[in-house]
């Protein structure tokens, strides 16, 4: 009998354990288009079984030292916009599809944005403010749409590299905001250049 019991508590507690693992990320980048989405568009997400997406809206620099990102403007596709990104972000989740709002900036001819990097003090400074203003309008924006995750930055090697004290200042601004989970999109050779600690990644 008491091994019975045993046996009944150690399936439970297996159940259990299964459980509370969490639902492996199936997910796809949904890349930005002029126009709004539909049903149409999000069917072969579905069909390919993802059960995320990555909402990508963008900013723009115009080389890799000039300090200003620009965003949300009239020239920019509309999934490149904040207002797209939130038209994505609910038609997916609408068909089941969690999101990550995952901003991400273009510069000119598309050169890598791993060497974004200011050439004086006072235009790091400038380009810190303008990156805030920029990642800190797609927190609200990710709170807005209850996003599942949202990542902080993509690629930005030099950046974090060279500002850590702002990255971790930064987060700290961000989890005023967003009160889901955060990530950042690295590429694998910056991996050991990261600032912040793990706790601020899923």
Known sequence: MRRNIFLVLLTLFILQSCNAQPKKINGVSFVASREAISQKNVMPVI?????FAAVMPFGFIRDITHPEIAFNTQRQWLGETKNGAQQYAVELQKHGIKIMIKPQIWVSHGVYTGHIEMATEANWKVFEQSYSKFILEYA?????????????????????????????????????????????????MSLNVLPFGRKWII
């Open 140 to 188: 609200k924006l990710a709170e807005e749409v209850n996003a599942d995750i949202f990542c902080i930055g993509t690629e930005l090697e030099k950046f974090v590299a060279n500002r850590p004290e702002y990255w971790n200042n930064l987060i700290v601004e961000i989890k005023k905001i967003y009160n889901g989970k955060l990530t950042y999109a690295a590429n694998w």
């Open 47 to 51: 069909n390919i079984n993802a059960n």
